[in-house]
C-alpha cells in the first residue's frame, strides 16, 4: 500500500485513541459531579464503555496500518461484545439498586422529575390484587 | 510518514498514562464512596478502565496478546456486576 495511505490509517488510530481517552476521563468527571446514583451510572456506563469501544476503532485501524488480519478481527469480535454487554450490566445494575430501595433523585425541592417505574409497578400491584379479590368473589 | 508513526506513539503514551490516573483516581472513589451501589458503579468502571488499558497495550506492543486478555477480562467483569448486583439486591446468587 502507498506510504500516505498508510499515514492516513495511523492518523485516524490516533485520532480514536484521543476520543477514546477523553471520554474516558468524562465518565469519571460525571461520575464525582452528578447528584445520585442513576446518573452516575449513566455517566460511567455509557461513557466509559464508548471509550473502549473508540479505542477499539483506533486499535482496527491500527491493525489495517500493520496488515494484520487477526488483529482487526478481535477488535471487531470485542467492539461487538462489549456492545451487547456493557448496557446489559448497566441495567442489571440500575434495576438492583431499585429493587434494593435506592431513591432517585427529584431536585434540589424533591419535586421535580417523576418516577415511572413507581407508577407502573403500583398499576401493576393494584390488577394483580383485583384479580385476587374476584377469585375470591368467585369462591365463595 | 515517520512523523504519522511518532505523533501516534505520543498519543499512544499519552492515552496510557491517562487511564493509570483514571484507575488510581476510580480506586480512591471506590475506597472513599459510601453507598454500596456507588461502589458497584466503580467496580465495573475499574475493570472497563482496565480493559481501555488493555487495548491501549495492545497497539503498543501488537505481538502479544493482550486483545484477547482483554477479552476474557470483559467476559468475567459482565458477570461479576451482574452476579455482585443480584446477590446485593436479593441477598441470594441463584
Known amino acids: ?140 | 510518514m515517520a512523523t504519522a508513526k511518532l505523533i501516534f506513539d505520543v498519543i499512544l503514551y499519552i492515552g496510557l498514562l491517562t487511564h493509570i490516573g483514571l484507575i488510581a483516581v476510580s480506586l480512591y472513589f471506590f475506597w472513599r464512596r459510601e453507598p454500596v451501589f456507588d461502589r458497584l458503579i466503580v467496580a465495573d468502571l475499574v475493570s472497563t478502565y482496565i480493559l481501555a488499558l488493555l487495548v491501549i497495550l495492545a497497539m503498543i506492543r501488537p505481538d502479544d496478546p493482550f486483545l484477547d486478555v482483554g477479552l476474557g477480562l470483559a467476559a468475567i467483569g459482565f458477570i461479576g456486576a451482574i452476579a455482585l448486583a443480584k446477590y446485593i439486591a436479593d441477598q441470594q446468587m441463584f
Open chain 1, 1 to 140: 500500500m502507498p506510504d500516505f495511505v498508510l499515514a492516513t490509517f495511523l492518523i485516524i488510530a490516533a485520532l480514536f485513541v484521543l476520543a477514546g481517552t477523553i471520554l474516558s476521563v468524562i465518565g469519571l468527571l460525571g461520575l464525582n459531579w452528578l447528584p445520585d446514583m442513576y446518573t452516575r451510572l449513566h455517566a460511567t456506563g455509557k461513557v466509559g464503555l464508548f471509550g473502549v469501544v473508540l479505542l477499539l476503532v483506533g486499535v482496527f485501524f491500527f491493525g489495517l496500518y500493520e496488515a494484520d488480519a487477526t488483529m482487526v478481527l478481535r477488535a471487531a469480535i470485542l467492539f461487538l461484545f462489549l456492545l451487547v454487554v456493557g448496557p446489559t450490566a448497566a441495567h442489571a445494575i440500575s434495576s438492583a439498586a431499585y429493587r434494593f430501595g435506592q431513591e432517585p433523585y427529584l431536585g434540589p425541592d424533591g419535586k421535580g422529575g417523576r418516577d415511572d417505574l413507581a407508577r407502573d409497578v403500583r398499576q401493576k400491584a393494584e390488577e394483580l390484587l383485583d384479580e385476587h379479590r374476584r377469585k375470591k368473589k368467585k369462591k365463595k
